[in-house]
């Protein structure tokens, strides 16, 4: 039987725009998701030789995007951090790690994804008798690298 290989957490992490850059792990983050997606338009095309069978669809690929969402923990210690990066084009690497190994407590990464993206909102919540809540949302400019482990 053949298994996946998965990883069961991710790191999300920003640029500091530095030669060489460093990345900041934003931490309290629980979840994070990654989307791509491709833009499309669609035209149906009938058969030259076939008119009175219906058209088929033919797509036309015009653009591709990415998009970053994280969620979790709400840390005072990056409010600055995380406001500065608000509405900015910045560097960005989400690391897929492998934390099942107990003698490797910070994890194994799995690879790195890594592009250019603008923070586009930072939601914090409070909770009455709760922890207050992270949600971060960015759109990706350009390709969203992947290099493996």
Excluded at 9 to 31: I, M, S, Y
Excluded at 42 to 70: E, H, M
Aim: charged share 20%; with cysteine.
């Amino acid at each position: 039987m053949t298994l996946p290989t998965t990883f069961d957490f991710a790191q999300l992490k920003l640029g500091d725009g530095a030669t060489p850059e460093v990345f900041t792990v934003v931490c309290g983050l629980e979840t994070t998701g990654i989307n791509e997606s491709a833009q499309t338009s669609d035209r149906y095309v009938r058969d030259c030789t076939a008119p009175a069978t219906p058209p088929t669809r033919k797509i036309r690929v015009t653009g591709v995007t990415w998009d970053i969402s994280g969620s979790g923990l709400s840390n005072v210690a990056q409010f600055a951090l995380l406001k500065e990066a608000l509405g900015k084009h910045r560097n960005w690497q989400i690391v897929p790690l492998d934390t099942t190994d107990p003698d490797t407590p910070a994890g194994t990464p799995m690879g790195t994804f890594e592009g250019t993206g603008v923070l586009t909102s930072r939601n914090i919540a409070t909770v009455a008798d709760g922890f207050a809540t992270l949600e971060l949302t960015l759109a990706g400019e350009g390709d969203l690298e992947w290099d493996p482990a």
